[in-house]
């Protein structure tokens, strides 16, 4: 069955980058996009935006417009999430899942805690 | 673009039914047939209960149900089980072309 799973913690200072990655199983790579949603700790979910598989379209959700790049790298069936100038306000996990609105999320990765100190 | 509304919290007992709502407006909940619902339990990633309003992926129980009214989704839970005690999320989509998320519900069985 299709499966996500995303690489291990990060710690950032203030101002770096961060890149989360999350490899897809079980399914065609190919046929779905990916949406990043982010979830501050004792927080709500937020989403981040979403990256076809297909043709690597993207569409960002407008409060990450400038700092997120979504990618893909068909040949390994992993997806990329990319976010720069990190604050404090960036703590939190973030979690990759398969699809966006129709077809729904589903599934989800395991989530990724990114910690900025602050 | 602020998050759809919930309850923050709901209870009920072993057996009983609950509902758990989740209002927006004409320009995305109640514009577009594309209300999902999500249980996450703690430390855990969400999981997908219900897609298209109503719709059941598999596996999951039927106990799980949704519909909507107008600007506002809803998720029933029947025959309340202690496994169902989790946090609880509505999404849809939105005429900006993005994902709206809910606030939450935390629901616990008593």
């Known amino acids: 069955q299709a499966q996500l799973v995303q690489s291990g913690p990060e710690v950032k200072r203030p101002g770096a980058s961060v890149r989360v990655s999350c490899k897809a199983s079980?399914?065609?790579?190919?046929?779905?996009?990916i949406s990043w949603v982010r979830q501050a700790p004792g927080q709500g979910l937020e989403w981040m935006g979403w990256?076809?598989?297909?043709?690597?379209?993207?569409n960002y959700a407008q409060k990450f417009q400038g700092r997120v790049t979504m990618t893909t790298d068909t040949s390994t069936s992993t997806a990329y999430l990319e976010l720069r100038s990190l604050t404090s306000d960036d703590t939190a996990v973030y979690y990759c899942a398969r699809g966006a609105v129709s077809p729904p999320l589903d599934p989800w990765g395991q989530g990724t805690l990114v910690t900025v100190p602050s | 673009q602020s998050a759809l509304t919930q309850p923050a919290s709901v209870s009920g007992s072993p057996g009983q039914s609950i509902t758990i709502s989740c209002t927006g407006t004409s320009s995305d909940v109640g514009g577009y047939n594309y209300v999902s619902w999500f249980q996450q339990h703690p430390d855990r990633a969400p999981k997908l209960m219900i897609y298209d309003v109503s719709n059941r992926p598999s596996g999951v129980s039927s106990r799980f149900s949704g519909s909507k009214s107008g600007n506002t989704a809803s998720l029933t839970i029947s025959g309340l089980q202690a496994e169902d005690e989790a946090d609880y999320y509505c999404?849809?989509?939105?005429?900006?072309?993005?994902?709206?998320f809910g606030g939450g519900t935390k629901l616990t069985v008593l």
């Open positions: 999404s849809s989509y939105t005429s900006s072309f993005t994902l709206l």
């Open positions: 079980g399914y065609i790579f190919l046929n779905y996009g």
């Open positions: 990256i076809s598989a297909y043709d690597r379209k993207t």
